[in-house]
């Protein structure tokens, strides 16, 4: 089976191109969404990010993502530990989701697979991009967050440029009608590759 990745940065439609290919009954596997899962269900990763950040990382409604966000934002270190919590766990659910799939291809989305090096995990790399200024307009509508969150969480993602010239294909989402005839081109191309086991 052919693994692809969607990447992307923030605010570049990635959700938008992902729900394409789950219409064309494509497996689809949102890395960020089973992180935020395991972080509710395991037992594990809550008592390591309480170590991590102390106790208000958890309400009782769940995780408190802006005690998190804001910790994470005054100091990037956090992060990459949050990460090292988190990833191997995400991983290995990804492995035992990926056995159970019978199709020509499926696709993980993974927002900073350059950022963490796993690109070369996967036969193929397709990166989503939009102009920046779409992108910050997306996101401040979106989140309802601010133009300097938004630049910020840019600069800790790879440029556009760097992405494009590891990636096997790139959508453009600037208007629906267009990504979606990328979408569908890509997918014909995908399925008429014949993999080797």
Same mark, same amino acid.
């Given at each position: !089976? ?16 992902? /729900? !394409?290919?789950?219409? =064309? *009954? ?6 960020d969404d089973e992180a935020r899962s395991l972080m509710l269900r395991s037992k594990?990763?809550?008592?390591? =990010?309480?170590? =991590? $950040? *102390?106790? +208000? ?11 998190? &966000? ?6 990037? &270190?956090?992060?990459?530990? #949050? ?10 659910? %990804? @492995?035992?989701?990926?056995?159970? +799939? ?19 995990? %996967? ?30 969480? #840019? ?13 096997? $294909?790139?959508?453009? /989402? ?7 005839? +990328? ?8 399925? @008429?590759? @014949?993999?080797?086991?």
């Amino acid at each position: !089976m052919i693994t692809v990745v969607l990447t992307g940065g923030i605010g570049s439609g990635k959700t938008t191109v992902i /729900n !394409m290919f789950k219409s =064309l *009954g494509v497996p689809i596997y949102i890395a960020d969404d089973e992180a935020r899962s395991l972080m509710l269900r395991s037992k594990v990763i809550r008592r390591k =990010l309480i170590s =991590l $950040f *102390g106790e +208000q990382a958890y309400t009782n409604e769940g995780l408190n993502k802006p005690y998190l &966000s804001k910790a994470i934002f005054n100091d990037k &270190s956090l992060l990459q530990k #949050m990460n090292t919590i988190v990833h191997p766990k995400v991983g290995k659910h %990804y @492995k035992r989701w990926l056995l159970k +799939q019978d199709s020509p291809y499926i696709i993980k989305e993974v927002a900073i697979v350059f950022e963490n090096g796993t690109h070369k995990n %996967y036969d193929f790399i397709i990166t989503v991009t939009a102009p920046i200024e779409t992108r910050i307009k997306r996101v401040i509508k979106r989140d309802n967050s601010t133009k300097e969150k938004v630049a910020a969480i #840019m600069r800790n993602q790879w440029d556009d440029k760097d992405k494009i010239k590891l990636s096997h $294909f790139v959508i453009k /989402n600037i208007t629906l009608e267009n990504t979606e005839k +990328q979408v569908i081109a890509i997918h014909k191309k995908l399925t @008429k590759i @014949k993999f080797k086991e």
